[in-house]
């Protein structure tokens, strides 16, 4: 009777021991995660600038992607 008691008793502390570092694996992991450095931040926002010129009379505007390197609209009357 005391061996099955002794046995049980040393099972469980055993199946504790194995779930300590599983947990702590857990936090480590989760704090690794949310770290960031400043590489890791990027602009949310598209920068853009505004070109104009005057065409037949007309004032027109176009918008050019800083961001991208690219044309986001066409020539557009102002006015």
Known sequence: MKKRFFV???????????VVPAMAKEVDLAKHVYETTEQDVMPLTEMTEIFW???????QFRVWS??????????VNFG
């Open 53 to 59: 010129r005057t065409y037949h009379g007309q004032l």
């Open 8 to 18: 049980c008793l040393l099972a469980c502390i055993m199946s504790l021991s194995l």
């Open 66 to 75: 800083l961001t991208n390197g690219r044309w986001i609209t066409d020539w």
